[in-house]
């Protein structure tokens, strides 16, 4: 046997894709835990169906996860893959237009059967018509070859079927010169102690995948993907889902109270909710409740008898708990809601990302009914706003909306773990002088009421729905009473912006164009700015985390660049935030197709600016 | 974390004015909703525990009302909702003792998701629901549990729908105590509210409430001294089923079927009456069912009363059970998951 060539790669992208039932989402996390321990960074977008088994073999039914790993800085899961793994005709025709020209494809050959070409409406097998000229293609017969491994197990054809799914992943670590062991591990946790065959299966199978590179002629070349140079420290993989829940328990036990999660399951946020109900021995109490509304409202009894509320939702449910947001913005109690927002209106797409919610976040409520909004701008970020929205809730007695999407929920990239001796502190403080307690008088600098909870002797007290007398909180009809508290809600959310950081600008602090984004289209804004930069143009990046109240300096930045584009994965909602608040002239770059914004396209669009487009 | 609530008794004797806050009951005048409210601060002293345990928590409608005049810690959340947010409040810190104000709209009918749910939970919280058959708050429009063909401001033409039977629905909800009681029937109020105090487990009491403006009379049959005691029988644990003005009546059971039977007839006896057992929940079902056959004695009282474990007792258990198998949560643990690299 030869010995194979290596060649070291910057940046390599890769694509998985098979049926919903073929394991793609399992393959493609084990193969980013993999890289992200040998100190790559990177970044992953998973894209699955909203059903989930459907028919196998159809194109609706393709499950695909990319990921994109390198030795130098990640920002995005990558605008095109380079190599595309294809365990069937559908899912080889569906992720063809996201493989670079002269990509590799890797197909399991047996896949390609009579049945499953029509499945997928091909007329011919276009491994043989010759479609796939501009293309590197690899034929294996994974399940032949998956079978063979396990020919002497006496197992039946459906377990073997499901192992083949580590086939492709032993070959994948052979060809990016990867190591096998943390895939074991994982076998072994998982199917080791319920399942022997299963496990022996599974494990026979990935290495058979790994032997089976290092054997056939098919490739020549094996690729390495060195370290990359991140700041020092300890680092994990970490999914957006995962970051916001620890978020939450985080802020929950450095704050001294009890983490309460009322929920209802919802697409692509269920995770939260999964993970928060592990969380037992750290007295975090999870509720499913029987609705969106139910999970609120809990939440909401939970923060006025002294634990931190919180509830966890996509757009849809959001939309349903905006009568209890209400509640709580009245009655002034700590809450935070996570909106893992995902393409809408309605059910739309719920397995697809959007950043659509915002301006139901911001406003979507009857009245003047103000609370705090902030967004994640990155998979692991998530941790950040997720604690900094309880820590807002808190210190302001407040409802805080914190925005992530389907595309942070889901994505993964390396997370250098804080310290938790060194984030930020979230003192309490319950009232508990019966001579001085007022339920609605204010603290001088923050305007929050106190925080009196039920159990505490002299301080028995009622609130609700109806509008309150100011420092009483008796009902009150008071015209001028109304104006007055009115204007207080809203004077007490602005007071926030005192409480959190000055905006920062990535590039010039003036010049010909700022792209003001938000949320999960940061890694995509950075690069193509960055790009740009390189290339001589006068172009910065302005990534907002607080969306209300906004940065007190974000006017003055505005007001330093000639113009403003906004690319946003929505019709243009920051936008019109924007120019309500600073009557400044700018523009939205919008494409709502469900996907993440390519920084291709943000850098097309910028090039049409500079081409003198300006419009 | 709140600190534990001292449950012993409170230092001082505890009077009616304690339970009554400062402000002006804005019922209509005449409202079978001041009786309630009265028979509830005249109990709530003999319970003998501290003031500040106790939580109300109500949605909208004149019953919701209800914790603005308690002085004790209260909520008056939104339409519907109340069984939701004293979940919350209740699951937070089970020390406390949460009662619910709902009425026939805000409990069955936008509420109605919320009620089922909160009841099949066991959640240990106490319903009052307070019956008037008609909307009083929105000016007299029908409820789930008007009657078919009563005339009301959104039903001029009579109701078509079929109502609900609120104890019906309770007890198929899997409520662990289920009664009725009627605001014009103090000391049966008082007990019932005495029931619900001392069980452990969700409590459904519906109370038959008299609205003076918009329905009135509608359980005058019931309620009325000259019919009551031939149109009510009162359900009491081991005891046979008999009512009427000098006790001459009384309930047989025909197979599954409840009939009323002449005591001084010669036919039959109290020996063949049908003796109530709390813990029937088949019985529970038979007797519910007498609401459908008009010539039957409407019944009062507790149908049903079992034990279960309660929700938060079970939450409360496997997080105990969590820590003493894990050991109190290590959060530097927690955030560095099972696989960790360094970077120089």
Redesign the interface.
């Known amino acids: 046997m030869a010995a194979k060539k290596v060649r070291t790669l910057e940046d390599v992208t890769i694509r998985f894709a098979g049926d919903s039932g073929d394991g793609m989402q399992l393959t493609g996390t084990q193969f980013t835990?993999t890289v992200?321990?040998?100190?790559a960074d990177l970044s992953t977008l998973p894209d699955y169906p909203a059903e989930i088994r459907a028919p196998a073999g159809t194109k609706y039914g393709v499950s695909g996860f990319q990921v994109r790993f390198g030795s130098t800085e990640i920002l995005t899961p990558g605008d095109v893959c380079d190599v595309l793994v294809a365990m069937n005709p559908a899912a080889l025709v569906t992720n063809l237009r996201l493989l670079r020209d002269g990509g590799t494809i890797i197909v399991n050959e047996d896949g390609f059967t009579e049945k499953n070409l029509k499945l997928a409406n091909l007329s011919s097998n276009p491994l043989e018509d010759g479609s796939l000229t501009k293309f590197s293609v690899h034929r294996v017969a994974i399940s032949k070859l998956t079978a063979n491994a396990l020919s002497d197990m006496n197992l039946s054809p459906r377990l073997v079927e499901k192992t083949k799914n580590f086939f492709a992943l032993g070959l994948m670590y052979w060809l990016y010169n990867r190591p096998l062991d943390?895939s074991v591990r994982f076998i072994e946790e998982k199917f080791g102690q319920k399942d022997r065959d299963v496990a022996e299966a599974n494990l026979r199978v990935l290495k058979a995948g790994y032997n089976f590179g290092d054997t056939t002629e098919i490739f020549t070349t094996r690729y390495d993907v060195q370290?990359a140079k991140?700041?020092?420290?300890?680092?994990?993989?970490?999914m957006g889902n995962v970051a916001t829940a620890?978020g939450l328990?985080?802020a929950a036990?450095k704050s001294?109270?009890?983490l309460?999660l009322?929920s209802y399951p919802i697409t692509p946020a269920s995770d939260i909710l999964h993970e928060l109900s592990r969380?037992?021995?750290?007295?975090v109490?999870t509720?499913q409740?029987?609705?969106e509304?139910?999970?609120i409202?809990?939440?909401?009894?939970?923060?006025?008898?002294?634990?931190l509320?919180a509830t966890t939702t996509s757009g849809p449910g959001l939309a349903l708990k905006t009568?209890?947001l209400?509640?709580g913005i009245m009655?002034e109690l700590p809450l935070v809601v996570i909106d893992v927002q995902r393409g809408g209106p309605s059910t739309g797409l719920p397995t697809k990302t959007e950043q659509a919610d915002l301006l139901q976040a911001v406003h979507g409520r009857n009245s003047e009914a103000p609370l705090c909004v902030l967004a994640a701008a990155t998979p692991a970020d998530c941790f950040a706003m997720a604690y900094e929205a309880s820590r807002i809730a808190v210190k302001f007695m407040t409802p805080v909306i914190c925005l992530t999407d389907g595309y942070l929920g889901n994505g993964a990239e390396p997370w250098l773990?804080?310290?938790?001796d060194e984030l930020p502190e979230i003192p309490v403080e319950?009232a508990k002088d019966p001579a001085t307690f007022q339920p609605y008088s204010r603290d001088d600098k923050t305007l929050a009421r106190p925080w009196a909870?039920?159990?505490?002797?002299?301080?028995?007290?009622?609130?609700?729905?109806?509008e309150k007398e100011n420092v009483t909180g008796?009902?009150s009809y008071d015209p001028d009473n109304h104006d007055y508290m009115v204007k207080i809600r809203a004077a007490k959310i602005q007071r926030i912006a005192e409480d959190i950081p000055l905006q920062t600008v990535e590039g010039d602090e003036s010049g010909d164009l700022l792209l003001v984004g938000w949320g999960s289209t940061y890694g995509s804004v950075k690069t193509a700015v960055s790009r740009l930069r390189a290339a001589g143009r006068s172009v910065s990046h302005a990534h907002l985390r607080y969306l209300n109240p906004l940065p007190r300096n974000l006017g003055e930045i505005l007001r330093k660049f000639k113009h403003v584009l906004v690319p946003e994965i929505n019709n243009g909602q920051l936008v019109q935030l924007l120019r309500a608040t600073y009557l400044v002239d700018a523009r939205g770059f919008n494409l709502v197709r469900g996907l993440p914004l390519s920084a291709e396209e943000i850098e097309e669009r910028i090039e049409e600016y500079f081409g003198g487009n300006h419009a | 974390m709140p600190e534990t609530i001292d449950s012993a008794a409170p230092a001082v004797k505890y009077t009616i004015r304690d339970f009554q806050s400062d402000q002006d009951v804005r019922w209509c005048p005449g409202c079978g909703d001041y009786s309630i409210l009265a028979q509830i601060q005249r109990v709530f002293p003999e319970f003998n525990r501290r003031k500040e345990v106790y939580v109300g928590v109500s949605g909208i409608g004149c019953s919701s009302r209800f914790p603005y005049y308690m002085d004790i810690y209260g909520i008056h959340g939104i339409h519907g909702r109340a069984p939701a947010i004293a979940s919350g409040v209740k699951l937070a810190n089970p020390d406390l003792d949460v009662w619910v104000a709902t009425g026939d709209g805000d409990g069955l009918s936008i509420g109605g998701n919320h009620m089922i749910h909160m009841l099949r939970r066991n959640i240990n919280i106490k319903v009052l629901l307070f019956n008037n058959q008609i909307y009083g708050l929105t000016k007299g429009q029908y409820s789930p549990t008007s009657l078919l063909g009563q005339i009301t401001k959104s039903t001029p033409l009579g109701v078509i729908d079929y109502p609900f039977v609120p104890v019906s629905l309770a007890l198929g909800a899997g409520a662990t105590l289920v009664a009725r009681t009627m605001d014009r029937d103090p000391k049966h109020l008082q007990e019932m509210i005495r029931r619900a105090e001392n069980h452990h487990g969700s409590a459904f009491i519906e109370i038959y409430q008299n609205c003076n403006v918009f329905n009135d009379g509608a359980f005058f049959k019931f309620t009325e001294k000259d019919t009551r005691d031939d149109n009510v029988v009162y359900l009491e644990h081991g005891k046979p089923l008999v009512f009427g003005k000098q006790k001459e009546k009384g309930i047989r059971l025909n197979g599954f079927t409840p009939e009323i039977v002449e005591l001084n007839s010669g036919n039959a006896s109290v020996n063949d009456l049908l003796v109530h057992n709390e813990e029937d929940s088949t019985l529970a079902f038979i007797l519910a069912n007498m609401i459908h056959d008009p010539r039957l004695p409407r019944p009062m009282g507790v149908f049903i009363s079992v034990i279960r474990p309660s929700y938060e007792d079970q939450l409360t258990q496997q997080i105990a059970r969590a820590r003493s198998k894990k050991g109190e949560g290590n959060l530097q643990k927690l955030l560095d998951g099972d696989e960790t690299w360094i970077i120089q």
């Open positions: 835990n992200a321990a040998l100190g943390q370290a991140l700041p020092p420290g300890k680092y994990r993989s970490i620890l328990v985080a036990r001294g109270l009890d309460f009322g969380f037992k021995e750290f007295g109490k509720f409740a029987e609705d509304i139910a999970a409202c809990a939440a909401i009894g939970a923060s006025y008898a002294g634990s509320g009568e209890a209400g509640l009655l773990i804080p310290d938790v319950f909870i039920p159990g505490t002797p002299g301080l028995e007290h009622r609130i609700g729905g109806l008796n009902i």
